[in-house]
């Protein structure tokens, strides 16, 4: 008898409860297909899942390495422990599946919401991402076992040739789920939506096993008490994707001490503007996933120190790395003979710093400037597949606190930036806090230097943000100087041979250069920055 002669083999009885109608059962061949459609299915919702928690951590937290390790090692750790769970469970697979895959998409459904919530009104992220991850981990781990069991009961298999068939079925599921994460879910849905969605597809799929092709395998008071959680499941997830706007827009607001105006999620970062009146006029504030980017009382202070020291020569031809917001720009403009490329990543924010009017009026309408070429590209990237070069490049980066922003602070890429400098040009960087953290300054200098820049840091005070720092940087020993076309509101050369020094109780330090394959900057950053 071989395993797979049907008609040599009578098909085995799959009960949870006794069954009256035989007869009643889909084919075996039916079955098996359904059920490997489900294992599909199952496999994409749980990679979903997964990624969810990772991009969540990213936006949240930064440090996608970190995130992610956590995530993968907690979960993959969890479906180990689920397997073994499964084993006394194997004698009733039907209820058991059926309950273990709604709960998976109640979970799973809900669980960026519940860790937003965490990180917004609790301030407990990480234990309880570490929680989410590890019941989420158990329950898809449990999954398998079971639909094994399951699919060889529906038709006699050998054990190696069921093994192959499940996995192979659940490693394409799992490469749909990863594709479609990206993709499909985060552009259509986002990631709160997004989550909701895969937990309606994720019930969906277990109640049509176990409601289509199992019924008559299940008892009257089984199907009955499950059919009452599905249903329960399912109108939460609905009502989870009816009140998620609202949900985001109260939570949001939370981690925010001003009324927040303006806000947009992208591929790339969480946008977020407040303003509030205050005795010295309206503050604007712009954050990139929670993190500070100007306030509209002291902007002025930041942006003339980071243009004009490196405006203060030949400065046609100008490149601006980051700045998005277009108060870079702004300050470049002041020169009139001055043109400037301007290379941002995120086409939103290119858009908000043109329509929305309290940026517009902010920026003085910078980005629309004739002289003013705006270009959606990762700077990293343009600056390799470009030759051009310029008098003047301004590097208005966000802080090196997430894997995705180190690599613009590595040897490799002030490198790409020495390269497209002129004869005698000038590059100025922002870099971050000499008080507050100056492991991470003095590396940012060190740094450009390994990359073969000459470097001159300097510093001024920024109410909004303490102490802060910049490096200018050349082929040759720079010098602080400014060459205005009209007087600025804050910067001076007074001003300016004072920023040159720094206080005894923060020297310059001796630090190694950051690189794409050793990112100090990442770990200096963060470990600086957390404890304020």
């Known amino acids: 008898m071989t395993a797979t002669d049907d008609s040599a083999q009578p098909e085995p009885e799959l009960t949870d409860f006794p069954v009256a109608d035989d007869a009643a059962r889909p084919s075996a061949r039916w079955s098996r297909a359904a059920l490997l459609a489900v294992v599909f299915v199952c496999a994409a919702c749980g990679l979903v899942y997964e990624l969810a928690l990772v991009s969540l951590g990213s936006f949240l937290i930064g440090n996608t390495a970190t995130q992610a390790s956590i995530v993968l090692a907690v979960m993959v750790f969890a479906m180990g422990i689920g397997s073994l769970a499964a084993k006394p469970l194997q004698s009733r697979p039907i209820v058991t599946f059926a309950a273990i895959e709604l709960a998976l998409a109640l979970l799973g459904g809900l669980s960026v919401m519940a860790l937003y919530a965490a990180f917004a009104y609790l301030a407990l992220y990480t234990p309880a991402l570490v929680v989410v991850a590890f019941v989420l981990g158990v329950l898809i781990g449990a999954e398998i076992p079971l639909l094994m069991v399951l699919l060889q009961r529906i038709r006699r298999q050998d054990a190696g040739s069921a093994v192959a068939d499940m996995f192979a079925v659940d490693y394409i599921g799992a490469l749909v789920g990863g594709l479609c994460f990206p993709f499909l879910l985060l552009p259509l849905f986002g990631q709160l939506e997004g989550a909701l969605v895969v937990g309606l597809v994720n019930a969906a799929a277990g109640s049509f096993l176990v409601f289509g092709v199992f019924r008559h395998d299940l008892s009257g008071p089984a199907r009955a008490v499950l059919g009452v959680a599905a249903v329960s499941v399912i109108a939460a997830l609905i009502a989870g994707m009816v009140f998620a706007d609202r949900f985001e827009v109260t939570a949001r607001q939370a981690m925010f001490r001003d009324p927040i105006v303006a806000a947009e999620r992208t591929p790339y970062q969480d946008i977020v503007i407040t303003e509030r009146t205050t005795p010295l006029g309206p503050d604007t504030r712009l954050y990139l996933n929670g993190d500070l980017q100007f306030s509209s009382i002291d902007e002025y202070r930041y942006h003339e120190s980071l243009v004009h020291p490196a405006m203060a020569g030949t400065h046609q031809r100008v490149l601006v790395l980051g700045g998005g917001d277009g108060l870079a720009l702004r300050e470049v403009l002041r020169y009139p003979d001055a043109s400037a490329t301007l290379v941002e990543l995120d086409p939103e924010m290119i858009r908000l710093g043109r329509e929305d009017e309290r940026l517009a009026r902010l920026n ?130 007074a001003e300016l041979t004072a920023a040159s020094v720094f206080p005894a109780d923060r020297p310059p330090l001796d630090m190694p250069p950051s690189t794409l394959m050793d990112p100090r900057i990442l770990r200096y950053a963060q470990s600086e920055w957390a404890v304020y």
């Open 364 to 493: 003085e309408g910078s980005l629309d400037d004739p002289r003013s070429t705006v270009i959606t590209a990762d700077a990293f990237s343009w600056l390799r597949e470009n030759s051009g070069v310029f008098d003047v490049i301004i590097v208005d980066m966000p802080d090196p606190d997430e894997s995705s922003t180190a690599k613009l602070y590595s040897t490799e890429f002030y490198s790409l930036v020495g390269a497209h400098l002129a004869d005698g040009g000038r590059a100025v960087i922002q870099a971050g806090s000499p008080y507050f953290a100056p492991k991470s300054f003095w590396c940012i200098g060190a740094t450009a230097a390994s990359a073969g820049l000459r470097t001159l840091p300097y510093h001024v005070d920024v109410p909004s943000f303490g102490d802060w720092g910049y490096f200018l940087a050349g082929d040759t020993e720079p010098q602080l100087a400014l060459d205005l076309p009209a007087p600025l509101r804050f910067l001076d050369q």
